[in-house]
């Protein structure tokens, strides 16, 4: 028998319960969809960690103040008070891989402008700063070498303090108060939104002159951090490796001891975020793969049901002339036929609910068509695993038996 | 007991035709659990082209199993059976699908007319499992039941249709491959004795045109209509005969009183 002839078959006994069919291919189409909407999300948010590492800059590496144990505790990461400005200077003088190197401090406090007020980090840093971290401004711009050497009162905003603070009002020249000293708005960052990488907010943060938070805020004279860029992407292991070198040297740890510091290299952290946003997909994938299972076995479930009710026109079949091949094929290309239609719809919801994730949870969503060819490839799977024993019974039925089937 | 070596026991002047069917000796047992049931002990019997032949026999004498065995549905446990010349009881599954196909047309009691499915479709049917087009599969299903007198009955589905014409449409399907043989399993067991003997009167005009025809049968009139009766009891064959005074169906309807409802 042709394919045209079997297909043509295959359609019609779908056609004759067509309710029964719809449910079947339910389970399928919610699989299918299930799989493309979960594997877009994942995508979607595997790019976006792609785009905003990529856009911090690959060639940046991040020096934190390191661990320390003390009587048997062992404290978190910048607890040290040994990474030092001088560190900073050293970096500068003698690694060759390093272009540009910031200082940093940090604390948190309660910010006012007017009637409002805001609970923010507060970062102490030098201008280079920004451009390290090529971080455009909306409004103004840094403050200057001259603010950090007189720890000039002056900060730069980012945009969820200026929209908490200011609203409406231009936040550039008014004065804000940190921990009650006044303080200049000189400028207002650009969104970089929130870090898939760290998941927190960068736009929450005010930026104030290294040494006016040092002096006026926390009273610390040690580094939180140092943000460094090597001079060209390939030469950021190159820096990490120097900078290691060097750090253990100036801080006098010897060989085999641990580091009080930690070297990040953004390029690493990219992967690190790639990855978890990897395994996010396959997580949710798996998931969603589950109901395409439980789809399958509703298909072999109604296949099953189809064979005993049509025993005898099994056996009609089988008396003039069909081959248990024929009659194999027939119950195989109906099971595949349904679920391969479920599979169409399925992934023209999934694109739908795709669409719908994004505009209304405002989710990044990446379809791709990778992973719409595996869903139609897994669902037309699917027919064949779980249609196969039942085509078996129907084919390996005695037509005598069969004809004689009530 | 008929074998090759009676010749002659149907109608003159057939004796140099060829032998549709020739079985030697078939036995056929099936294994009950302990018990071992002999369904058939040694049945040789031969029909030849043309002929119209009555099995007869109560349930349990075996007419229906060696109806299975000559409808290639079964295979002989012992002895050869020869449809057209081909040793089936040699033949794998497969094979025996194929010869079902082509030499064999199958009409049964109960009609087996594939529900929801036009009358035109089912005819249709064995065409699709021999490989010849769609379209040729198309025009030799209109000419069989053009044949079999439902011609403007074509997208008729089964259940527009009353049980006499039903089972015309089996027949129809049953000639749709043009077959050697045409075996018919209690063809009027459902029908009323009006309707019963427009289905002779169909089968006799076939038999007519040359077609060979086997028919199993409980009603002792009804087998009257063919040319030779075979008795089965306990798994052999007890009469083979001809048929004395065989009545023609036409003829019968004609003098019928037609039932008023």
Same mark, same amino acid.
């Given at each position: 028998m042709n394919l045209a002839a079997i297909l043509r078959i295959a359609m019609r006994a779908l056609a004759r319960n067509k309710l029964r069919s719809a449910l079947t291919m339910l389970g399928i189409i919610i699989g299918v969809g299930a799989v493309i909407a979960m594997v877009s999300v994942g995508q979607g948010a595997q790019q976006q960690a792609q785009d905003q590492i990529a856009a911090m800059g690959s060639n940046i590496l991040f020096v934190g103040s390191g661990t320390v144990t003390r009587g048997g505790m062992r404290m978190g990461?910048?607890?040290?008070?040994? !990474?030092?400005?001088d560190d900073m200077s050293a970096i500068l003088r003698e %690694?060759?891989?390093?272009k540009a190197a910031a200082p940093g401090s940090q604390s948190s406090a309660q910010v006012v402008f007017g009637n409002d007020n805001w609970a923010t980090q507060i970062n102490g840093t030098e201008p280079q700063y920004f451009e390290i971290r090529n971080w455009p401004f909306q409004e103004g711009g840094p403050f200057s070498q001259n603010d950090v050497e007189m720890a000039a009162n002056v900060a730069v905003i980012g945009e969820t303090v200026r929209k908490n603070l200011?609203?409406?009002? $231009?936040? +550039?020249g008014e004065t804000i108060r940190i921990n009650n000293l006044p303080f200049k708005v000189v400028g207002v960052l650009a969104s970089k939104g929130t %870090?898939?990488?760290?998941?927190? $907010?960068? $736009?929450d943060v005010i930026v104030v002159p290294l040494t006016t938070l040092q002096k006026k +805020?926390?009273?610390? $004279?040690? !580094?939180r951090w140092i943000m460094v860029s090597a001079v060209s992407r390939d030469a950021s292991y190159a820096a990490q490796q120097q900078i290691t070198g060097l750090l253990r040297d100036r801080h006098r740890i010897r060989a085999g001891q641990d580091d009080d510091f930690m070297v990040r290299n953004l390029a690493d952290m990219a992967e690190l975020a790639d990855q978890q946003a990897r395994l996010f997909t396959i997580l949710l994938a798996s998931i969603a793969s589950i109901s395409l299972l439980v789809g399958g076995i509703g298909i072999m479930n109604i296949m099953l049901v189809s064979v005993t009710e049509r025993t005898r026109e099994i056996g009609i079949r089988m008396a003039i002339g069909a081959t248990e091949a024929d009659v194999q094929q027939q119950f195989l290309i109906e099971s595949i036929v349904l679920s391969l239609i479920g599979g169409v719809i399925g992934i023209i919801v999934g694109l739908g609910s795709s669409y719908m994730i994004t505009h209304t949870l405002g989710w990044p969503v990446l379809v791709s068509t990778t992973a719409i060819f595996t869903a139609a490839l897994f669902s037309a799977a699917v027919g064949i695993f779980f249609g196969f024993y039942p085509a078996r019974k129907a084919a390996r039925l005695d037509p005598i038996e069969a004809l004689r089937y009530e | 007991m008929v074998t090759a070596s009676r010749p002659d026991l149907s109608d003159s002047g057939q004796t140099q035709l060829k032998a549709v069917i020739r079985t030697e000796d078939v036995h056929k047992y099936y294994e009950l659990g302990e018990t071992r049931v002999h369904a058939l002990r040694g049945v040789s019997v031969e029909i030849k082209t043309g002929e119209f032949v009555a099995i007869m026999g109560a349930s349990g004498s075996g007419k229906s199993t060696f109806m299975n065995i000559l409808g290639c549905l079964d295979k002989p446990s012992s002895g050869e059976y020869l449809l057209d010349g081909i040793n089936? #009881?040699? @033949? #794998?599954k497969n094979e025996l699908a194929h010869i079902r196909n082509q030499k064999i047309g199958f009409v049964f009691q109960g009609f087996n007319l594939l529900s929801r499915t036009t009358a035109l479709e089912n005819v249709e049917l064995p065409t699709l499992y021999a490989h010849i087009t769609r379209a040729e599969g198309q025009k030799r299903a209109r000419e069989a039941l053009q044949l079999v007198g439902l011609g403007d009955r074509t997208l008729h589905f089964p259940s527009q249709l009353s049980g006499g014409q039903q089972q015309r449409v089996a027949i129809a399907r049953a000639l749709v491959n043009q077959p050697s043989l045409l075996l018919a399993d209690e =063809?009027?067991?459902? @029908?009323?004795s009006r309707t019963s003997i427009e289905i002779m009167d169909v089968l006799q005009k076939l038999n007519e045109k040359g077609l060979t025809i086997v028919l199993v049968t409980h009603e002792p009139d009804i087998s009257t209509f063919a040319k030779r009766t075979i008795q089965f009891r306990d798994g052999k064959i007890r009469h083979d005969e001809l048929?004395?005074?065989? =009545?023609v169906a036409a003829e019968v309807l004609r003098q019928m009183p037609v039932l008023e409802d």
């Open positions: 990461w910048g607890a040290t008070k040994t !990474l030092v400005y %690694s060759p891989a390093v200011f609203g409406a009002t $231009d936040p +550039i %870090s898939a990488a760290m998941g927190q $907010d960068q $736009d +805020i926390t009273g610390q $004279d040690w !580094l | 089936v #009881s040699k @033949l #794998s =063809p009027t067991g459902n @029908l009323d048929v004395a005074e065989r =009545p």
